[in-house]
């Protein structure tokens, strides 16, 4: 298939543990799609006010995006599990 850029799986830790087998055929089946996996494993978050895992997240995302061949930046973020996010919303 087509070369489809990269692509950063953003995975909770218990999804890793409990789901290894699915989430190694989920990572084959982006491959053959064309996504070039990079994969971040992530602890679950324990609660929606997770700031400190927030950041730490974001800094990790960043460093692999900073990282990444100037013409070959990550192109899509696949989240799989509860993980620690920030929100967008004004009335939040």
């Known amino acids: 298939s ?15 543990n409990g789901l ?13 799609d064309g996504w ?3 994969e971040l494993v992530v602890a679950k978050a324990t609660d929606w006010d997770s700031g400190d895992e927030v950041v ?5 995302i960043t460093n692999i995006y900073n990282n990444a061949p ?9 989240i799989l599990g ?3 996010t920030i929100f967008a919303c004004s009335i939040c």
Do not use: W
């Open 2 to 16: 087509d070369y489809r850029g990269r692509m950063i799986l953003l995975v909770a830790d218990n999804i890793i």
């Open 20 to 32: 290894s087998d699915k989430t190694n055929q989920l990572k084959q089946e982006l491959t053959a």
């Open 36 to 38: 070039y996996v990079e």
């Open 56 to 60: 730490a997240i974001k800094n990790q």
């Open 70 to 78: 100037a013409n070959d930046k990550p192109q899509a973020l696949f």
């Open 82 to 84: 509860h993980t620690a």
